[in-house]
């Protein structure tokens, strides 16, 4: 019998998440089916007894319940706990257990373009959000404590610093601040919604002061080549677009789930064909 995986969340209608996962089911002989369900935020608690009850074998939460969907889970990893917020959830048994692999699917992509080791990396966070909170603490579990947030609201970037369980050098900046140092990174990564479609001509802060070779990072992936990543690569940045993160999120979910570490490449790519888009800038 088919293993039932799924993605809930409102809306989840455009998610590529269904044809990422089943695609990799066929590509690998995995008698699974993915499935997008839309679920409203009063319904959650019942959807997940309903899944359980229909044994579902694992499945990703998405925008809004990241964070409500954890009273319903019988364990959630450490991580994950740390960021605040679940994206994976494995049924061992009939037993619910939560992870997060937004953070750990973003570093995944980053170090396919870094060239030193996290702990010798300097970075800037723009944002203060749940995508930067993943991201940082994830980071620094990883060993990287060289990490500065910057954000219009600079009490929410002090904040988010402070929560942060693992050992942490750098400060909270205001955007301002971070442009002056701009220079001083080696890694910058815009994880605020500026940029996104359709305002896509907005930048989070000027790069006016990037140094070359950078690496200059966003998490939007509509569109592919925000104007932050059009005016780094002018100036000579190594860029990484929000694909990989999304991939390498679902590549992380699915391997907790089967296994199986799927093909990156072939995951970035159909999501690419999806999105209709040139990956350079
Ligand atoms: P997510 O959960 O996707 O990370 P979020 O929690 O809404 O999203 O966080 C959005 C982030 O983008 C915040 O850091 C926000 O800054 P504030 O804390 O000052 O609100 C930032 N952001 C959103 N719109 C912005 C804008 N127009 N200019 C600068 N920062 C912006």
Not at 35 to 40: D, G, Q, Y
Not at 62 to 80: C, F, G, N, Q, W
Not at 134 to 143: C, D, N, P, V, Y
Not at 166 to 184: R, V
């Amino acid at each position: 019998m088919k293993k039932l995986y799924g993605l809930l969340g409102c809306p989840v209608e455009h998610s590529m998440s269904p044809e990422m996962h089943n695609d990799l089911f066929t590509y690998y002989g995995i008698d699974g089916y993915y499935h997008a369900f839309h679920v409203e935020a009063e319904n959650l608690g019942n959807a997940v007894i309903g899944l359980k009850a229909l044994n579902i074998e694992g499945f990703n939460v998405t925008i809004p319940h990241k964070v409500s969907i954890m009273r319903y889970l019988d364990e959630i990893d450490d991580i994950a706990l740390n960021i605040g917020a679940v994206n994976t959830v494995i049924n061992n048994n009939g037993k619910l257990i939560g992870y997060n692999t937004d953070g750990d699917g973003f570093i995944k992509s980053l170090e396919t373009v870094i060239t030193k080791s996290l702990s010798d990396t300097k970075i800037l966070i723009i944002g203060s959000g749940g995508a930067a909170r993943a991201i940082l603490i994830s980071l620094a579990a990883k060993g990287a404590p060289n990490i500065d947030v910057s954000n219009r609201t600079l009490t929410s970037a002090s904040q988010l610093r402070s929560e942060c369980q693992f050992k942490l050098k750098g400060s909270a900046l205001s955007l301002k601040e971070a442009e002056e140092n701009i220079q001083q990174y080696d890694v910058i990564i815009n994880t605020t919604s500026v940029g996104m479609h359709p305002n896509i001509d907005n930048i989070p802060l000027s790069l006016n002061k990037l140094l070359p070779h950078t690496v200059v990072s966003d998490i939007i992936y509509n569109p592919l080549q925000t104007s932050f990543l059009i005016e780094a690569a002018r100036r000579g940045a190594v860029t990484l677009n929000g694909v990989g993160m999304f991939v390498n999120q679902g590549a992380l979910a699915f391997h907790k789930w089967t296994g199986q570490f799927p093909d990156v490449n072939r995951m970035e790519q159909l999501v690419i064909n999806k999105l209709g888009g040139h990956t350079e800038c």
